[in-house]
């Protein structure tokens, strides 16, 4: 069986939303030509579509210096009142170091869901790219199934202000990857009051270690015998949901059978600062 040390973890941000209010009415075209190729969503806009306030998201934000430039230029072309992140979403992804194996992307897929510490909704899917699509999460083989048919696991519901989504991920935005780019990933959104921070300055200066409580991972405790395990892994997820308090003296102890997963757990909080230090450089 494969241990952390034969992945290699990373943690990005896919996405970050933004939310503009312009000194004059425009068209989203206008918005879309200066920001990139993008889709600008026009908030409640006039006849002919006109609008003051739009929303867009910056894919595959590397660099604070790159939402610097698309600011300076958006002020410069189309002078704004306003502007301020309403959204952000932040992955962690797991590559395999060693020969490409899809089962054992699919089995790291499985680990992130099954394992996943703080779950934010008890709302519980998964789903393919076709309407009407979604079935209900039951037990852990339903993860298993699902993952192995290339669906999405969901956490939580359309417009709640955080949501979760695990999946195998072999295809960017219709593209398809070649092998070397597939991962298993997990993905948070959060938007809203969620958002940690709502300029660009304020973000600049944000540690994303600070989100840390939400890229936690539990695991089998080695010292749980092999019928305790029966118990456990029927469950479709081992998360704090579970978590119980000891008799006596009120301490907290994990899921039935589980430990945290310490390891894993300091390699995403690593991430996550080294995502801090990358966006300055």
Not at 134 to 141: D, H, P, S
């Amino acid at each position: 069986m494969l241990e952390h040390k034969d992945y290699k973890y990373r943690a990005t941000i896919d996405w970050i939303e933004f939310e503009i209010t312009t000194a004059s009415t425009t068209n989203f075209q206008t918005v879309k030509r200066i920001v990139g190729n993008t889709y600008v969503l026009a908030v409640e806009p006039e006849g002919g579509g006109a609008a003051t306030n739009f929303r867009f998201r910056i894919q595959d934000v590397t660099k604070w210096s790159e939402l610097d430039l698309m600011i300076a230029k958006l002020n410069h072309l189309l002078p704004t009142i306003s502007i301020k992140i309403v959204g952000i979403e932040l992955s962690f992804d797991a590559y395999l170091k060693q020969a490409y194996d899809v089962e054992l992307y699919h089995k790291k897929a499985v680990a992130f869901y099954h394992f996943l510490h703080r779950p934010c909704s008890d709302n519980h899917r998964s789903s393919s790219d076709h309407k009407y699509s979604a079935e209900g999460i039951v037990n852990l083989q339903s993860v298993k199934t699902a993952i192995e048919n290339n669906r999405t696991l969901y956490i939580g519901s359309a417009g709640d202000p955080i949501s979760q989504r695990i999946y195998f991920k072999t295809m960017d935005r219709a593209t398809k990857l070649p092998e070397e780019k597939h991962r298993a990933r997990y993905e948070i959104t959060l938007t809203g009051d969620e958002c940690p921070f709502h300029t660009l300055e304020q973000a600049k200066a944000y540690q994303f270690s600070n989100l840390a409580k939400w890229f936690k991972f539990r695991k089998y405790d080695a010292t749980t015998t092999d019928f305790e395990l029966l118990l456990t892994r029927w469950k479709k997820q081992q998360s704090m949901a579970d978590v119980l308090r000891r008799a006596g003296g009120g301490k907290k102890v994990g899921a039935f059978g589980t430990v945290a997963d310490t390891v894993l757990n300091d390699i995403s909080y690593r991430q996550l600062k080294n995502l801090t230090l990358r966006l300055k450089g």
